[in-house]
């Protein structure tokens, strides 16, 4: 096995180089996203917040630049519930894996999230409340469970996973008496943002990076999502829903 995508210094090409590596080497379908808008104390002028600027935590405090992180989602909807986190222009069936037209996005917008399109021949994930994520992949590690790539932010967990279908997913939950709405599911049509986005939960991070094995291709290891699904409802419903409101 070998670690891929590990912590680097974050630079202005740090987002392009990480969506070039989930387009062209994973032939992963990715687009860039709404970003955080940061105001100028002195003009009150708004911009996009650079690469590095953004906060481990939920924006609303100074960044290590001058301007202040407002919390504000660049799609201009004062009540976004995921700002910063949701593809923007173009939309979401415009997610590609051409090398060219990935540089060409990030080149113009270098600070604009990593969205992943899930389902189809791309990953699907699982996202449940941090609280429950940390206690998912502590049980999992306990019981010998092997997990994949984990996306977190200071409130969610995302899990990344072999593609599946919906119908498949809708038979397993079946089987549950309750699944709680704080376990969210990111089937075809859906989407993820990955590291090292900015968003308004605070930076993308990985929890566990991605892994390649031999003869992958070098692409990362998913797990299938049945392996994991009883382990994240027991721990989602361990944990206080807060609603029906998106906090990633």
Avoid at 81 to 91: Q, R, S
Avoid at 156 to 165: A, G, I, N, S
Wanted: glycine share 10%.
């Amino acid at each position: 096995m070998r670690e891929i995508l590990g912590r680097r210094r974050m630079t202005r090409s740090s987002l392009r180089n990480a969506a070039l590596t989930c387009a062209t080497q994973w032939q992963w379908p990715v687009l860039p996203g709404a970003a955080l808008t940061s105001r100028d104390p002195e003009t009150e002028e708004k911009r996009e917040v650079p690469v590095g600027e953004a906060p481990m935590g939920p924006p609303g405090e100074p960044g290590d630049g001058e301007a202040e992180l407002d919390g504000a989602c660049a799609c201009g909807d004062p009540d976004c519930v995921v700002p910063g986190a949701h593809p923007l222009d173009p939309a979401l069936l415009a997610a590609t894996t051409d090398a060219r037209m990935v540089r060409w996005w990030w080149t113009n917008r270098p600070s604009a999230p990593l969205i992943l399109a899930t389902g189809g021949r791309a990953p699907c994930a699982l996202s449940l409340p941090a609280v429950a994520g940390v206690r998912a992949l502590a049980e999992f590690d306990r019981s010998g469970v092997r997990v994949g790539p984990v996306a977190a932010t200071t409130t969610r967990f995302t899990l990344l996973v072999e593609p599946y279908r919906m119908e498949e997913l809708g038979e397993l939950l079946y089987a549950h008496d309750w699944v709680p709405s704080s376990l969210r599911f990111h089937g075809g049509g859906g989407y993820v943002v990955l590291p090292p986005s900015a968003t308004g939960a605070g930076q993308v991070r990985w929890e566990r990076r991605p892994v390649a094995e031999r003869g992958a291709g070098g692409a990362p290891w998913l797990p299938r999502m049945e392996t994991l699904l009883d382990g994240l409802v027991e721990a989602s419903a361990a944990t206080p829903d807060t609603g029906s409101t998106l906090a990633y």
